[in-house]
């Protein structure tokens, strides 16, 4: 990793943030085109979101440490989706639990967010990767512009992974096991649905996923 500043971090967090949420929008218009579908691309923004959020938030916990650096990093992804507070209505937890306040969160309270999280993130990617699937599918098989199935994955899982790296180094004490929680985490939660959704029935145009 070159040694960069904390404002060269967060710099460079937010331009990958901004080329995923670039993406996500083309992806969501060639979605519409393709599928006739009336489909709200700040659905998927606000999965995005909660997705990296919880991403960043494994990363952060890795080490055993989670402090203020990491929360206020953390806190700028949060411009559509909200996953602590989608976690707290779920749970009906009373407790407020916000990015502003997380790492000073009762340690019981931050070992249950860390004991639901797989599923729900898993909840979110099911539901986040259809129309990438569909809208990968469709541009390699009837599209007049040149890719392969994973193209838009690909991007957003580049996206992710950068931004979960620099987080690591935020405090200046960067991990292996912090990257490598990331990646990991990254390619599990939408290289499973990926490869679902893809291997052996692929999605046409607006087709409904069934299962096999």
């Known amino acids: 990793m070159e040694n960069y500043d904390r404002q060269d971090i967060l710099d460079k967090a937010a331009q990958a943030y901004d080329h995923a949420e670039r993406t996500i929008m083309a992806m969501d218009t060639v979605f519409q085109n393709v599928s006739g579908a009336d489909y709200d691309p700040a659905l998927t923004l606000a999965q995005f979101d909660m997705i990296l959020q919880g991403v960043l938030l494994s990363v952060a916990c ?21 996953l602590l507070k989608y976690i707290q209505n779920d749970m009906g937890v009373d407790t407020e639990m916000s990015w502003d306040l997380i790492a000073n969160l009762p340690e019981d309270l931050v070992n249950t967010l860390l004991e639901v999280l797989p599923q729900v993130l898993d909840d979110q990617c099911e539901s986040f990767i259809y129309p990438l699937a569909a809208v990968d599918f469709s541009y390699s098989q009837y599209g007049g512009v040149m890719t392969t199935p994973g193209d838009f994955l690909k991007s957003i899982e580049t996206d ?3 931004i ?9 004490e ?3 096991d912090e990257i490598c929680a990331a990646v990991e985490m990254i390619y599990a939660l939408e290289g499973k649905h990926w490869r679902d959704l893809l291997s052996g029935r692929a999605l046409g145009s607006g087709q409904e996923k069934t299962d096999n």
């Open 62 to 82: 890795a080490d055993g440490v989670f402090d203020e650096l990491e929360q206020d990093f953390i806190r700028q992804f949060a411009m559509h989706g909200d």
């Open 160 to 162: 992710m992974i950068q």
């Open 164 to 172: 979960a790296g620099l987080l690591a180094f935020v405090d200046s």
């Open 174 to 176: 960067g991990t292996d």
